[in-house]
């Protein structure tokens, strides 16, 4: 430190040094940023359609029809898709279109057109289809694959259930209602019967006996 203060020299070496390692150390931060984030597109580019699984596709818009290859009447929230990829009752959640288009899409409708990793989701404007929507890249979450339930996302899956359980009222349990125990009937006694089969009352043989 005393020959660093002394010296002008070599402050200005030692000052040098610090700024090219700082530069350095930036540049490899970059680059592994970047190389990191060229991986992850890579992933969505390639990956397989599983539930999940983060995609990557182009997605276009369409507005014609009015039953789809499922055999439901088109409506917003539907989409088309390759079924070898993304058969018919996928749930995905879709982005990076724009805070409009984003959301979740069921896919109830295919095409010869759509082929590959490309979604086509419908809209009642045909303007708006065409001319607005365009051609646009999307990010795909897929949340289900096909109509069946066990090739669900989990986590999806148990949050949507959450969701529904909180938004319900507990249900009321009912006052248990007072019991009155039931009271067997008096039994009436018999009177007894004379030999000839006559009743004798109970009074007359209470006087005969005192007699």
């Not at 009752?89 to 010869?112: A, C, F, H, K």
């Not at 949507?160 to 359980?165: K, N, S, T, V």
């Not at 008096?186 to 089969?197: D, M, N, R």
Request: charged share 20%; glycine share 8%; aromatic share 6%.
């Amino acid at each position: 430190m005393m020959l660093l203060s002394r010296s002008l020299g070599r402050k200005i070496v030692a000052t040098g040094t610090a700024a090219v390692a700082f530069a350095f150390l930036y540049e490899v931060t970059i680059l592994d940023s970047r190389y990191a984030a060229r991986q992850a597109e890579l992933r969505e580019a390639t990956a397989t359609p599983a539930p999940g699984a983060r995609l990557r596709f182009t997605a276009t818009a369409y507005c014609r029809g009015t039953t789809t290859a499922s055999g439901v009447n088109v409506r917003n929230g539907i989409a088309a898709a390759d079924p070898d990829l993304l058969p018919v009752g996928s749930v995905l959640q879709v982005d990076r279109l724009g805070e409009r288009y984003n959301g979740i899409y069921t896919v109830m409708d295919t095409g010869p057109a759509v082929q590959g990793r490309h979604i086509d989701i419908y809209m009642w404007n045909c303007d708006e289809a065409r001319y607005e929507f365009g051609r646009r890249s999307a990010g795909i979450t897929v949340l289900r694959l096909g109509w069946n339930p066990r090739a669900s996302s989990p986590r999806l899956v148990d949050r949507l259930f959450r969701q529904r359980e909180a938004a319900q009222p507990a249900p009321g349990i009912p006052p248990a209602r007072p019991t009155t125990p039931a009271v067997a009937p008096a039994v009436k006694e018999a009177a007894p019967k004379e030999p000839g089969g006559l009743r004798v009352p109970a009074s007359a043989g209470v006087i005969k006996n005192a007699s």
